[in-house]
Nanobody
Framework: QVQLVESGGGSVEAGGSLRLSCAAS????????LAWFCQAPGKEREFVAA????????DYADSVKGRFTISRDNAKNTAYLQMNGLKPEDTAVYYC?????????????????WGQGTQVTVSS
């Protein structure tokens, strides 16, 4: 199975942009459905976005729809989360998760591979 490593987090001002990357190794990336979740201090982990292994369907949380875009480049074994129009409430640790030939699930327990997370901090 693949191993996932996130990068691209950082600190930005409200209204700014970041692009998170989720690099995979050790497996067949193109067969994994990928999702992004986030967890703020003292809060439960929340679904952000998902892209099916076939790349034909995506899903977004209502809170990020129209601002964030999930994509994947199978040639580079990498998934991305383009985050535009960032708000202070987007501040969290962002995790990449995967499941072999899965569907787009909003439930974290559905995914069996997780990265270590990358911190995103948005200041007002």
């Amino acid at each position: 199975q693949v191993q996932l490593v996130e990068s691209g987090g950082g600190s930005v001002e409200a209204g700014g942009s970041l692009r998170l990357s989720c690099a995979a190794s050790g497996g067949t990336f193109s067969t994994y459905t990928l999702a992004w979740f986030c967890q703020a201090p003292g809060k439960e982990r929340e679904f952000v976005a998902a892209i099916r292994w076939s790349g034909d369907t995506t899903d977004y949380a209502d809170s990020v729809k129209g601002r964030f875009t999930i994509s994947r480049d199978n040639a580079k074994n990498t998934a991305y989360l383009q985050m535009n129009g960032l708000k202070p409430e987007d501040t969290a640790v962002y995790y990449c998760a995967g499941r072999y030939r899965g569907f787009n699930s909003r439930y974290g327990g559905y995914y069996d591979v997780w990265g270590q997370g990358t911190q995103v901090t948005v200041s007002s």
